[in-house]
């Protein structure tokens, strides 16, 4: 189960960063997170009142509570660091983000066992290669590794915090509502400041409407990867759970060789295929 839940987060979050670029090249990239969480919020505030959500209000919520604080840092940090560096260099740091759950997971005392050592080592391999790490070429500016770094800590630490989230399906509903509630007031915020200081809010043409679909699909996915990660997580393994989970950049790269017919380098191509070695080991392990 804990192999299922969490390949199935790698391919909703892949899924989710394939659509979120797609549609931030033409939108503002803080726009285009605060409407697709928006939608997300509304849809789980529905699901929350239809199933009785409220009544597992507890502590815990604080977990997803600090979640819905460190994910728009992290993404804005990963936007950032995309845009002042090369992608070659920024995806492959990104997925660094697995060392904090695997560590929080060791630290709690849980022992993979050896064929899933080698799963791990295999499958983190893979995903950075097929990040398609650039080998050479121009220095990258210090402040880029320094913010793809926060992005990977800050991605790493809402998985380790929504694994903590809840102990129930009802409650976990919960707690993706007020983790999306606490995104969108954090990124409303983040943009309003923006708009202060003169940065563009809506695209040229106005408010996207006919992008709505495709946001609520990336806010969707989004919420729905954190979810199944959480079962996941609480099913087995920490460390399994957040290897198999991070697996989403290959996810990535082949949803833009299928939709947009871009060729993966042969690096790219290593790595997915090492990855893919890596799940079935975890998996068998």
């Known amino acids: 189960m804990t192999a299922f839940f969490a390949l199935a987060t790698s391919l909703l979050w892949g899924l989710a960063d394939f659509g979120g670029g797609l549609l931030t090249r033409r939108n503002p990239a803080l726009t285009v997170v605060v409407v697709s969480q928006t939608i997300a919020a509304a849809v789980l505030g529905a699901i929350v009142v239809a199933t009785g959500g409220w009544s597992e209000a507890g502590p815990r919520l604080w977990f997803a509570f600090a ?22 260099v920024v995806s492959p740091l990104a997925t660094l983000s697995v060392a904090v759950p695997v560590g929080v997971g060791l630290f709690l005392g849980e022992r993979p066992g050896l064929m899933q050592v080698a799963g791990i080592a295999v499958a983190v391999g893979g995903v950075v290669l097929a990040g398609g790490p650039q080998l050479k070429g121009a220095p990258v500016q210090r402040r880029t590794i320094w913010l793809t770094l926060v992005a990977a800590a800050g991605f790493g630490t809402v998985f380790a915090l929504i694994a903590e989230a809840s102990t129930n399906v009802t409650g976990l509903f919960l707690a993706l509502f007020v983790q999306r509630v606490t995104n969108v007031a954090a990124g ?63 996810v990535t790269a082949l949803a833009a060789r299928g939709f947009l017919s871009e060729r993966l380098r042969t690096i790219q191509a290593a790595g997915a295929g090492l990855a893919l070695v890596g799940t079935l080991l975890l998996a068998t392990g």
């Open 67 to 88: 979640a819905g604080l460190v994910g728009p840092v992290a993404m804005l940090s990963f936007y950032k660091a995309l845009a002042m560096g090369p992608m070659g």
């Open 188 to 250: 409303g915020a983040a943009l309003w400041a923006s708009a202060r200081r003169g940065g563009a809010v809506l695209p040229e043409g106005g408010f996207p409407w006919g992008a709505l679909p495709a946001l609520g699909f990336v806010g969707l996915a989004d919420v729905a990867a954190n979810g199944t990660y959480a079962v996941a997580a609480q099913h087995g393994p920490v460390t399994v759970a957040a290897v198999l989970a991070s697996l989403y950049p290959v």
